[in-house]
């Protein structure tokens, strides 16, 4: 005899297996989703070895793998403005195991010095969040001008004989430059260096009469008697210079430059990952050796979550246009 269930029987017994599998696969699914990350995660920085941008990423690598329980491998990848490791970070896969350290210049100012762009500032990115804020000096040589007024004197006076270095091409560093140039009538040369550390080797060595690099680096060198610092592009003089006057009070408020650093992931990053790699960051930024070694590096501790640091990049995107044309920069 064979044994027949009623259709109703039936139907209930497959509309319960396809509720069992179904929820079988929701569990599968967020038990993968809670298991982020399960393996390293590689923290690009589009800066080399042993600078200020490579510094402070290496300082929040620490903190991170000890809050994602993973470790965070710092992957130096300088070059072209942070262009280079821009477009790495925007070709790998949204999954959280790519994650982007960088500086506001790199959003908000290689849009205006660079003809084309491997990304998109404000759609080819995950924002993480900021997390602080690097003053910029202006800098000579022990023996050069004692003040930025004698400093113009000179490049007004034997314009040829003048120019200026940074830590590269369409960042925070050249853009001071160019603003101090179009503030104070100047036509000094900008000379773009690949990092903090050849741009001040080139001024302490004397090739080039003056530079603009970040306190990070250069306060170090400051104190060595290596370099004489004029003044600070910042609103504020610093706690550890007090006695260098700001870019404002040398007579060139309209010189006033921020730079800032934060985190960013590529674009598309799962909501739940996102959420893990944000709260990673923020309780980074609290905690208080963290934020002392910030300050000791000459560094001004600030942190923005993602969705303000968004918002920062499209008013700066706005602000940094104006600067691009008042100070005459050009694409390349």
Do not use: C
């Not at 759609?123 to 023996?143: H, I, K, N, Y």
């Not at 009538?185 to 004397?206: D, E, F, Q, R, Y």
């Not at 960051?281 to 609290?286: G, I, M, N, S, V």
């Amino acid at each position: 005899m064979t044994f027949r269930l009623p259709r109703l029987a039936t139907a209930l017994a497959t509309a319960t297996l396809t509720t069992v599998a179904a929820l079988g696969l929701t569990l599968f699914g967020a038990s993968a989703a809670a298991a982020y990350p399960d393996k390293p995660i590689k923290l690009v920085v589009g800066y080399p070895p042993g600078g200020a941008g490579d510094t402070v990423a290496r300082l929040f690598a620490g903190p991170l793998s000890e809050q994602l329980g993973q470790p965070v491998v710092v992957e130096n990848r300088p070059g072209a403005g942070a262009v280079v490791a821009a477009q790495q970070v925007v070709s790998a896969p949204a999954d959280g195991y790519t994650i982007f350290f960088t500086g506001n210049s790199t959003l908000t100012i290689n849009p205006y010095t660079f003809k084309s762009l491997p990304y998109d500032p404000r759609t080819s990115f995950t924002q993480l969040g900021m997390v602080a804020a690097m003053p910029l000096l202006l800098l000579t040589t022990p023996d050069g001008p004692s003040s930025v007024a004698a400093l113009v004197d000179k490049a007004r006076a034997e314009p040829q004989k003048w120019s200026f270095g940074s830590y590269g091409l369409g960042n925070a560093g050249h853009f001071a430059g160019e603003l101090l140039n179009a503030e104070a009538k100047i036509a000094v040369t900008h000379v773009p260096h690949s990092g903090s550390s050849p741009n001040l080797t080139a001024l302490i060595g004397g090739h080039i009469p003056m530079a603009v690099d970040t306190a990070l680096a250069s306060v170090p060198q400051v104190r060595a008697g290596k370099v004489k610092a004029l003044a600070t592009f910042s609103d504020k003089r610093l706690p550890s210079l007090p006695d260098v006057p700001t870019i404002g009070e040398a007579g060139y408020p309209g010189a006033t430059i921020d730079t800032w650093l934060l985190f960013l992931a590529p674009a598309n990053l799962p909501r739940d990952v996102e959420q893990r790699l944000s709260e990673a960051l923020a309780a980074a930024t609290r905690r208080p050796d963290v934020k002392q070694k910030i300050l000791d590096a000459n560094i001004v501790p600030a942190y923005l979550d993602g969705p303000a640091a968004a918002q920062r990049v499209d008013v700066e995107l706005k602000q940094m246009k104006g600067v691009a044309e008042r100070a005459g920069v050009k694409p390349q």
